[in-house]
């Protein structure tokens, strides 16, 4: 019987404008995704860029787009078709009123796989590109010229011709079917890829994403006769409405958002493109921040940094070089009573094995990374640990390859990486210490306690009630013994009762001095 899965976004939007968006399923953090207000060269922008230099040793262009460092630019992510997008850029930049649509004239031959960059580009020419990699650490965008529009059902590729569609769609008379209706409904000179979601939909909903996308294209041609050399032209969505667009299917049960705005986009986009999930996008107005409602914040802190804890005493290291990744497996105090030595180390390399694809999945860890797992003797426990970790991976939406076992105990893995990493600084600075391991006497912190009071009565003439707010610890210290208490001694000197309220919160050197209004009391 196949387990049912079920997804939920949960998605917290900052005043600043940034939001934050968690994909859970079952319960369990597996994305993590950032998207910040001035979210600048993202995956699937595109850009008119000037080529500031030809590199004929790599064969690639250094493209200004912009960003601080130049974008890259490789002859293979030209695209077959360069030269009709050339053509097209220089007749929209010379003719304001030039037709938008590419016309079958405009096809140019396509470039040889073998050429050379040289041979297509020149210094100073301009360019329409697309980011397909995000700057990371100190380089600079990676560029194609190969433009691919995004829908939920079909990406539109302008200047292709060819539809094809997606390999998951494995049935012969469904792949027919889509490929016949496609070509029935998309402009000349596009081409089209049917995206795996389009199984099984019909002729009105695949004509709608491929009018909404033709009319991105219109907009991006607009933009680029009078676009400055720089500048975009064309934003990949909001990343919460392409993970919508990406993600969305029968298996999610709920998106909970905390911004009315954000929200009422979100169902506007889901009732155009699948109207009977609209009702699962809910408002959260509760107290608590939505993260925290959620179990978020705590999965967070338990998901990142250098040990993950994933069953009973295993464990993972989980360490980051310049060249590459590496985790450990370890089986820490995990010892079966009942089961030889290999068969343990087995059930722990098949949990790590689940563990490690979540982990690459949250952290959005891309290049080389090396797993160095307990080791097994016989091969066959070794197959089925390489085994589950491709099967736990074949729902990652990055690029990647596994490689079997070797003799030594390590798998490799190729994870295709478009963005930086996702890090979460887990660790914090003691409030008390300040990181130095030493903090104020207990004593010290009661006389200052008691000369900022004594300033703020005597001094400064406060009237109304004062509160003290302190740890509480510190709350039994000056209340011990009520008529000998400390606070009692404050009574018959000042002829005032200061009421002392103990915050959990607080650490051991923190107080704070509230008025009246509730207001905090500052010097």
């Known amino acids: 019987m196949l387990k049912i899965v079920s997804y939920e976004l949960v998605i917290n939007s900052h005043a600043n404008g940034g939001v934050e968006i968690a994909l859970l399923r079952d319960k369990k953090l597996i994305e993590l995704h950032h998207e910040k207000a001035d979210n600048s060269f993202a995956v699937g922008d595109v850009y008119l860029g000037t080529v500031n230099k030809l590199m004929p040793g790599l064969n690639a262009a250094f493209v200004d ?24 850029t220089k007749i929209l930049r010379n003719n304001p009123h030039a037709d938008v649509w590419p016309e079958a004239k405009l096809n140019e031959p396509d470039i040889e796989k073998t050429g050379k960059i040289n041979q297509v580009l020149q210094r100073l020419q301009q360019v329409v590109v697309q980011v397909t990699k995000e700057p990371i650490s100190n380089k600079g965008p990676r560029l194609t010229s190969q433009l691919s529009l995004a829908g939920r059902y079909v990406v539109l ?15 012969t008379e469904e792949r027919l079917r889509l490929k016949k209706l496609v070509q029935s409904i998309k402009p000349a000179n596009f081409g089209v890829i049917v995206r795996t979601v389009a199984e099984g939909q019909s002729v009105e909903e695949l004509e709608n994403d491929l009018k909404d996308l033709m009319k991105r294209w219109e907009h991006l041609c607009t933009q680029l006769k009078t676009a400055v050399p720089g500048q975009k032209i064309l934003g990949e969505s909001e990343r919460t409405l392409t993970l919508v667009r990406d993600l969305l299917n029968d298996g999610f049960t709920g998106i909970y958002v905390n911004d009315n705005f954000l929200m009422n986009s979100i169902k506007t986009y889901i009732e155009k493109k699948a109207p009977e999930l609209e009702k699962i996008v809910k408002l959260h107005t509760g107290k608590q921040s939505i993260f925290e409602h959620y179990g978020i914040d705590k999965q967070i802190k338990s998901a990142f940094g250098k040990e993950i804890n994933f069953m009973g005493g295993s464990y993972l290291i989980i360490e980051h070089t310049e060249a590459l990744h590496v985790i450990d497996v370890n089986s820490g105090s995990i010892v079966g009573k009942d089961i030889n030595q290999d068969e343990n180390a087995l059930k722990v390399n098949l949990e790590a094995a689940a563990e490690i694809a979540r982990q690459l999945r949250l952290r959005d860890m891309g290049g080389i990374i090396v797993v160095d797992f307990i080791d097994q003797k016989t091969a066959g426990n070794k197959r089925l640990v390489y085994e589950r970790l491709k099967d736990e991976m074949k729902t990652d939406r990055a690029k990647h390859k596994i490689l079997p076992m070797s003799p030594f105990g390590l798998i490799q893995i190729t994870r295709q ?13 003691c409030p008390t210490c300040d990181g130095t391991g030493e903090i104020t006497n207990s004593i010290v912190i009661a006389d200052e306690i008691e000369n900022r009071l004594k300033y703020f009565l005597q001094n400064m003439n406060m009237k109304g009630s004062i509160t ?22 404050w009574l018959w000197t000042y002829k005032r009762w200061i009421r002392i309220k103990p915050i959990n919160a607080m650490h051991f050197g923190e107080y704070r001095f509230i008025n009246a209004q509730g207001e905090e009391i500052s010097t």
């Open 65 to 88: 787009v912009g960003h601080e460092k130049d974008a890259f630019l490789h002859y293979l992510d030209l695209g077959p078709q360069v030269k009709s997008l050339v053509k097209h």
């Open 157 to 171: 590729m302008p200047f292709d011709g060819v539809v094809s569609i997606s390999k998951k769609i494995v049935k």
């Open 417 to 429: 990486r478009v963005r930086p990493e996702m890090t979460v600084v887990t660790t914090e600075k």
């Open 468 to 489: 003290i707010e302190v740890h509480p610890y510190l709350y039994a210290y000056f209340t011990k013994g009520f008529l000998g208490s400390i606070r009692f001694k």
